[in-house]
């Protein structure tokens, strides 16, 4: 059973480019979380997604950032007009249930560096 | 956020017990404790969780007290592969988003 799969690993984007991350779950995972993890901190909370909804974008910034979960294909988090503080390594999770004890499986994180 | 507390960092001598303390005094009865550790240039991997009772599995123990303000993962021998940076995080019933905090550096002396 596949991992949590992400790509590209690496991105490198100019400012004013837009970025697409993409994410596919474990097999038979719905749930989908998407990370952000700055330079020597914590990951950050971004998006929770299921099949073709969003649940919960609370950590989402509020411009230019955008997150799909389609009902075939992988999650995609699509940022528009990158800047150099988007620079991050974003991690995707994904989990087969939704309740208090769920474990989420992370990704190996894309790298994305704004030139 | 739920917040947790951890040291920045902890050294370890190889082959011995590691215990990585976190406090999360404002922990609700709901909220189970997980831990999770990162490689460098890794994704977070899955470490241990527990409710209330103590929990042992193959990579660890999670050792949790009574009054659930603080819990102690138990690293039984520690070995190289082991340095990470470990996180105490609280899964919440809204969204369960994971709050990752700043964690644990370990370093792991051979």
């Known amino acids: 059973n596949a991992g949590v799969m992400q790509n590209p690993r690496h991105l490198v984007r100019r400012r004013g480019q837009e970025a697409r991350l993409r994410c596919s779950p474990m097999?038979?995972?719905?749930?989908v979380y998407w990370y952000r993890q700055l330079p020597e901190e914590g990951l950050k909370f971004m998006v929770y997604?299921?099949?073709?909804?969003?649940?919960?974008e609370s950590g989402m910034p509020k411009e230019r950032f955008s997150a799909e979960f389609p009902k075939e294909g992988p999650s995609i988090l699509r940022i528009q007009q990158v800047v150099r503080g988007d620079s991050a390594a974003y991690f995707c999770?994904?989990?087969?249930?939704?309740?208090?004890?769920?474990?989420?499986?992370f990704g190996p994180g894309t790298r994305l560096l704004v030139l | 956020d739920a917040k947790t507390t951890q040291p920045n960092s902890m050294e370890s001598n190889e082959e011995e017990p590691v215990h990585l303390p976190c406090n999360h005094s404002t922990i609700s009865g709901t909220d189970y404790i997980h831990w999770y550790r990162q490689l460098p240039s890794q994704g977070p991997e899955y470490v241990i969780h527990g409710l209330t009772s103590n929990v042992n599995n193959r990579m660890a123990s999670l050792a949790i007290a009574e009054d659930r303000k603080s819990s102690t993962l138990i690293l039984h021998r520690a070995t190289l592969r082991d340095a990470a940076v470990y996180y105490c995080i609280l899964g919440r019933d809204t969204g369960n988003q994971f709050y990752f905090g700043t964690g644990t550096s370990l370093t792991v002396i051979p």
């Open positions: 997604l299921q099949k073709e909804n969003i649940i919960d």
């Open positions: 999770a994904s989990s087969e249930i939704w309740d208090r004890e769920e474990t989420q499986y």
């Open positions: 097999k038979g995972h719905s749930h």
